[in-house]
């Protein structure tokens, strides 16, 4: 059987029974014995500390586009005067020589 997998479905629609989770223990203790295991486990342990990077990571780039975000908008704006005013256009090809 796999871990979470539905045995029985009774009782009203949307009610589900997992009748066998966590290996027939299906309370707050089992669980927590399950999440201790696996944080005693190397790969455990290393998926905290990559989701603890990630996390950071992801509050940086929030952080400083936050900080900076006026400023950015400013820069795409003069950008956008920019090429809206230039003259872009592919110059003219030299005169031939006969």
Partial sequence: MIVGEVVSMTGGPGEMRYAKY?????????LLSKVRAFAREEDGVAL?????????????????????????SDAW???????????LDAPAPPPATP
């Fill in 77 to 87: 704006g003069t950008w956008e005067d920019f090429f809206e005013t230039a003259d």
């Fill in 22 to 30: 966590f290996g027939g223990n299906f309370s707050m203790k089992a």
């Fill in 48 to 72: 905290t500390e990559y989701l603890i990077l990630l996390g950071l990571l992801t509050g940086g780039v929030i952080a400083s586009v936050l900080a900076i975000g006026g400023d950015l």
